[in-house]
């Protein structure tokens, strides 16, 4: 059976799902109140689920602290960084720049835990920064205005945090998970403890931090939506499909958003992207498949 596979692709296809979600949300709600109600809503799912399975049991003491750490990087900083950068870059952009987490766990597996660089992963690294120029491109001259230049590279840099947040969130995670925490239960510490933070972010005098401003039905539905394929059950199958698959097949196969993202804007703008959108984005995925495998 290939059922880490199908968690792997099935990960790649909600938080592809997700990221269409929040761009709709862009200029209804801010980053920070979005990022405050996701995971709270991502605690309480991914916690039912947790005490359902009992998963709690698989948790010790010096586990928590990973998933701390992880939750951090990989949330706290990664999730706040990845919605600003839908609501900047887009969400094919976005799903695209994170296909840099790969190379960033890479390099991070070299320097912190010894690990080494083979030629192939190299080579990798090498397509999967090719396929994100390719497709991403770069302002033209008959557009590049100081307002779409700023923008432009603002989104990019955003990008390139939360794929570097992402990576380190996974580096921290890798200790507890290789234990055998549940996967639910995993998500639900990390989850958390982000929604902490971001409660706690609400008592600072900073206007976009305590936005409460009125919110229609539709808007926190979308919101709520864009939890549960995201964070919610997007990662949670994620973390399943590493627990008992080869990890570089899942890297791999989790990794096709950008490419599962795309049918999606056609059918939501009803323009077909653009042909280098296509290859750079298949160029990310194999890169990425050559770093993983």
């Known amino acids: 059976m290939y059922i880490s596979e199908i968690f792997a692709l099935a990960a790649a296809t909600c938080i592809a799902m997700s990221g269409m979600l929040v761009g ?39 586990q928590f602290g990973y998933l701390a750490a992880s939750s951090v990087f990989g949330i706290v900083i990664a999730t706040t960084t990845y919605f600003a950068a ?14 840099l987490a790969s190379p960033f766990a890479l390099l991070l597996g070299y320097a912190v835990l010894g690990e080494t660089i083979s030629l192939r992963q190299g080579f990798g690294v090498l397509l999967v920064l090719v396929g994100i120029v390719l497709a991403v491109g770069f302002p033209t001259s008959s557009t590049k205005t100081a307002t779409a ?37 995993a998500m639900t510490v990390r989850a958390g403890i982000a929604a902490l933070v971001f409660i706690l972010a609400t008592l600072l005098p900073i206007a976009s931090l305590r936005d409460r401003s009125p919110l229609t039905t539709p808007t926190q539905l979308i919101a709520l939506g864009s939890a ?15 627990e008992n698959g080869n990890v570089g097949i899942v890297s791999t196969l989790s990794s096709m ?17 653009p042909k280098a959108a296509w290859l750079g984005a298949a160029l990310a995925v194999c890169g990425t498949a050559l770093i993983s495998l």
């Open 24 to 62: 709709e949300l862009k200029g209804r709600i801010n980053v920070f109140r979005l990022a405050r109600w996701q995971m709270v809503a991502s605690f309480l799912m991914t916690g039912a689920v947790s005490i359902a399975v009992g998963g709690w049991r698989s948790l010790e003491a010096w």
């Open 86 to 99: 839908i609501y900047t870059a887009g969400a094919r952009t976005t799903a695209l720049l994170f296909s």
């Open 149 to 185: 230049t700023k923008t432009f590279w603002l989104g990019i840099g955003l990008g390139v945090i939360t794929a570097a947040g992402q990576a380190l969130g996974s580096l921290c995670a890798r200790p507890a998970m290789a234990a055998g925490v549940e996967p639910f239960t």
């Open 228 to 242: 549960f394929f995201g964070t919610g059950l997007g990662m949670s199958l994620l973390m399943a499909a590493l």
């Open 257 to 273: 958003t950008p490419v599962v993202i795309l049918p999606m804007v056609w059918a939501r703008t009803g323009i077909a992207p």
